[in-house]
């Protein structure tokens, strides 16, 4: 511990000496190229989620910060502004077309709740898009003027490092500019993976970086891929009457519980989505008519197929951004296999003073709020407010498929693994929501898990929920889980009824016991 101080006094000192030295040589020559070189308390480079909630945080906290952020176009050429995935390509425009195709459900319910609606009834994808890309530009606008508010000096620059103490920011019009900082944050993010192995993938595929900022609709569309972003693209473009199929190699949704998977993607089957499973592709090319032909494999009998398609959306995974930012030239160290950051639990990299938080970091859930609560706290423990870590245990998250999955702490898997399937418990229900019942819709697919220890209190592992408004009913249950809720306590819990979160409350059914755990009233 001793040497590791040492060597970061030497860091110190030596940061010290060259900022001296250069703002010196500012001073003494003012119209000399080094006039450009500028000095912060923190620089941030990456404007999304994780990178503004640090940069605001430390402002406030009396920090001078800046923030650097620039997008590259995807090779589709689709540009947007400041906020990161999240705001832009990610889960606000999600969210917002998913609420577009679950409106198109609920139209077609009204007749059974005494509505006269006129069928049959058409989606402007245009006026959809544009609606969506407004409320967009609007949050982009947003992020702007807090920036200003609270003092952080924004430069829309591509930065790299120079040292581990400086960065060198490239403008659009190739004009650079040198900034140093005491402290560094990398907060860049990642971008779809395309697979540019596969013929015509980059030429005539398009990504998520894309699919929300289409002017015109994708028309009938091949979703490549079984992540969370595969299926919820797939599940909101048939939502609003598009069709459209999954191309899938293996497992849906890996990561989460495996048999919550299942039933979501049974779920998209039932309602139009088409699956076309163990297969991969091989080329895309355009015909004559503008059309894409589709070639592919499947991997268990080994024939080859095709079909025509007007667009194919890549959804087969994300890479971090980190190999134009000269990481070597700080000694930072990634990850070899997925380049992501190496580091700590203070977010710390390979060098005590540059720390990365969100996605871009190696061992970190690619979600936004984490990304925001690790940025602020770094931000107070930067500041001296704080020496409290993030927690990313048993953090929730929603996949917001048309039926929505909603889940926190361990899948069933997970919870054998690491307990023994001697030591844990799992209750679970089929439900009905009384939304459901008026319109007659199916519910096969509604279910709940709660996986537990088996001894008793019985602590509770992992609360898994698909069904409607999954996300509201799982954040406050995160909180229960977060706390060390036991069995028993949401068991003595009272439900609010008439409601689909009550249906946890009512867990009585475990799946060692054998018996039907269809929910039957009260």
């Known amino acids: 511990m001793a040497a590791l101080a040492a060597a970061r006094r030497g860091t110190d000192s030596r940061f010290r000496w060259r900022t001296l030295a250069l703002a010196g040589r500012v001073r003494g020559a003012a119209r000399g190229a080094a006039a450009g070189q500028q000095y912060y308390d923190l620089l941030v480079i990456g404007g999304g989620s994780g990178g503004l909630a640090c940069a605001k945080e430390a402002a ?23 906020g990161g995935t999240c705001v832009n390509v990610g889960c606000i425009p999600k969210k917002l077309m998913h609420q577009a195709a679950l409106l198109g459900g609920m139209i077609q319910d009204a007749p059974h709740y005494g509505w006269e609606v006129i069928q049959p009834v058409q989606h402007d994808w245009r006026k959809m898009a544009e609606a969506v890309q407004n409320h967009v530009k609007s949050l982009n606008w947003g992020h702007l003027v807090q920036l200003r508010d ?34 560094i944050i990398i907060a860049t993010g990642g971008r779809p993976r395309y697979p540019t192995h596969i013929k015509g993938a980059l030429e005539y595929g398009l990504t998520s970086d894309d699919i929300f900022w289409l002017k015109e609709s994708p028309g009938k569309t091949l979703v490549v891929g079984a992540s969370y972003v595969a299926l919820e693209c797939a599940g909101f473009l048939t939502g609003i009457g598009l069709d459209t199929t ?97 580091v700590d639990a203070r977010e710390a990299t390979t060098v005590p003073h540059i720390y990365a938080i969100g996605d871009v970091a190696e061992g970190r859930p690619e979600l936004t709020p984490t990304a925001i609560m690790a940025g602020k706290l770094l931000a107070q423990r930067l500041c001296g407010q704080s020496s409290v870590l993030m ?132």
């Open 150 to 183: 609270r003092k952080v000096k924004y430069f829309n620059i591509k930065a790299s490092f120079v040292n581990e103490h400086t960065v060198c920011g490239v403008t659009k019009d190739g004009k650079e500019t040198l900034l140093s900082a005491e402290h």
């Open 60 to 82: 406030q906290l009396g920090k001078k910060v800046a923030v650097l952020d620039y997008v590259d176009p995807s090779p589709r050429g689709t540009r947007w502004g400041l």
């Open 246 to 342: 999954i191309m899938m190699r293996s497992i849906p949704l890996r990561g989460f519980d495996q048999q919550m998977s299942s039933l979501v993607m049974e779920y998209m089957e039932s309602h139009g989505t088409r699956f076309l499973r163990g297969c991969t592709p091989s080329s895309v090319g355009r015909l004559l008519d503008g059309q894409l032909q589709v070639t592919w494999k499947d991997e268990v009998s080994g024939k080859e197929d095709k079909s025509i398609f007007n667009t194919v959306l890549w959804a087969i995974g994300r890479v971090p951004e980190t190999k134009i930012l000269n990481l070597e030239k700080a000694g930072v160290k990634t990850n070899p296999n997925n380049h992501k950051i190496l």
């Open 391 to 522: 927690d990313y245990n048993n953090v929730p998250t929603t996949v917001f498929t048309p039926l929505e999955y909603g889940c926190v702490g361990l899948s069933e898997e997970e919870a054998v693994a690491r307990h023994g399937e001697e030591h844990v418990e799992v209750y679970h229900a089929y439900y009905k929501p009384l939304e459901f019942t008026v319109a007659e819709r199916d519910a096969s697919q509604c279910y709940i898990k709660m996986v537990c220890l088996r001894e008793p209190p019985q602590l509770v592992l992992g609360l898994h929920f698909l069904g409607p408004s999954a996300g509201e009913v799982t954040q406050g249950f995160a909180l229960g889980i977060k706390c060390g809720a036991s069995y028993a306590q949401v068991m003595q819990t009272v439900g609010i009824h008439p409601t689909c979160a009550e249906e946890i409350a009512k867990l009585r059914i475990s799946k060692r016991s054998g018996l039907d755990p269809t929910m039957t009233g009260c």
